[in-house]
């Protein structure tokens, strides 16, 4: 499903350095010429301007930046991975045991509906 979806407006302001000076990257058309994050070290710049101007939501935004800079299909696998990972945790947690071998389909099944 994650691969139908495309990139939205928010996320792709993400794809560029944070112009802190600016106010942001969502005003578009009052801000001068963005810059593609293309390293680490862009990341961490952007986060940093981002910090001292925006909001305290590093960590996330630093997901959200990197997955833009590395492509959208990489998101797409590791969203897959981390959403059946929480089902399992969800299971794991509500028969109390930590087996794959004699795990119930039904109760998993009902775990994926409830998400």
Known sequence: MNLLLPIIGYD???AFIWDGAQNGN???NLVGQLHRVESFGDI????WQHY????????????????VWQGK???????????AALALLIYFFGTGKFEFKNMSGAMLLWIFFAM
Request: one cysteine or more; aromatic letters at 32%; hydrophobic letters at 50%.
């Open 73 to 83: 299909l990489l998101f797409d696998i590791f969203n897959a991975l981390m959403y």
């Open 26 to 28: 969502f005003q578009n």
């Open 44 to 47: 961490f710049y952007s986060q």
């Open 52 to 67: 001292m101007t925006w909001g305290g939501r590093t960590v996330a935004h630093c997901f959200v930046q990197f997955f």
């Open 12 to 14: 792709y302001a993400y």
